[in-house]
C-alpha cells in the first residue's frame, strides 16, 4: 500500500511517515499542494493523508482538484483544532474521513489502514505480471505457482517494479521509491538488489520478466 502525506510541518510529516513506514506502508511526503497534485498525477497511491492548513493551495482545494479530475483515492485530512467548518466542507467535497490535530499516531494508522480496506474493494490486493504475482495483503510472491522468499526490501522494490510493470525504472527513481533516499549514495545498491531478486523470480523460469536497460534503469515487463 502507498500513502502519500502532504504536510507541510516537517517535524509532523516525518513522524507520520515512519510510523506509516513500521506498519509496511510505502510512504511518499510532500510539503505544499501543488507538489501533492503533481505526486498523485504520476503515482497511484492508495490512499492520501491530507493536511488542510497548507503553505499557498491548501488541502480542500487539492481535495477538490483531485476529484474534479475523477481521482477516487481514499483522502484522510488532517485538520487543526478549531477547524470545524473546513473539516464539514472536506467531508463534503468528497474526503474520506478526518482526523483533528493533535492526533496519536496508532489512530492515525488504524484510519489509514481502515481507508486502505475500503479502498481495496474494489481493486484486487494481487498484483500479477505474467505468472509471477504478488499479494499486497498477505505480502506472498509466487511464480508459476512456487512460492519465492522475499526480505523486506527485496518485497518493496518488486513492488514497485510491478506496480509499474512496463515502465523504464530509473536508478535514481527506485532509490526514491523504495530506499527512500532524495540522493545518490555513489553505491550499486540497486543493482545489487535487482540481481538478487533477478535470482529468486527469473533465474529458474521463462520468459524472463525483469529486465536491464543499459545505462538507464530496470523494466518489468513479460515481453522484451
Ligand atoms: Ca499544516
Not at 1 to 11: I, N, T
Not at 130 to 147: I, M, P, V
Not at 192 to 216: M, N, Q, S, W
Request: aromatic fraction near 6%.
Amino acid at each position: 500500500m502507498r500513502v502519500l502525506v502532504v504536510e507541510d510541518e516537517k517535524k509532523t510529516a516525518s513522524f507520520v511517515r515512519k510510523a506509516l513506514q513500521a506498519e509496511g506502508f510505502a510512504v511518499d511526503a510532500c510539503h505544499n499542494g501543488d507538489d501533492a497534485l503533481a505526486a498523485a498525477k504520476s503515482t497511484p497511491f492508495d490512499i492520501i493523508v491530507l493536511d488542510i492548513m497548507l503553505p499557498g493551495r491548501d488541502g480542500l482545494s487539492v481535495l477538490r482538484q483531485l476529484r474534479e479530475r475523477r481521482d477516487a483515492t481514499p483522502i484522510l485530512l488532517l485538520s487543526a483544532r478549531g477547524e470545524v467548518n473546513e473539516r464539514v466542507e472536506g467531508l463534503n467535497a468528497g474526503a474520506d474521513d478526518y482526523l483533528p490535530k493533535p492526533f496519536e499516531l496508532a489512530e492515525l494508522v488504524a484510519r489509514v489502514r481502515a481507508l486502505g480496506r475500503r479502498g481495496g474493494d474494489n481493486k484486487s490486493p494481487v498484483l500479477r505480471v505474467a505468472d509471477l504475482t504478488l499479494d499486497t495483503l498477505t505480502r506472498r510472491a509466487q511464480r508459476g505457482g512456487a512460492e519465492i522468499e522475499l526480505t523486506a526490501r527485496e518485497y518493496r522494490l518488486l513492488e514497485f517494479l510491478m506496480r509499474s510493470a512496463g515502465r523504464l525504472c530509473g536508478r535514481m527513481m527506485i532509490l526514491e521509491k523504495v530506499w527512500d533516499y532524495d540522493f545518490d549514495p555513489g553505491t550499486n545498491l540497486v543493482d545489487v538488489y535487482v540481481r538478487r531478486l533477478r535470482e529468486k523470480i527469473d533465474a529458474r523460469f521463462e520468459p524472463k520478466l525483469l529486465h536491464t536497460v543499459r545505462g538507464a534503469g530496470y523494466l518489468l515487463k513479460a515481453q522484451p
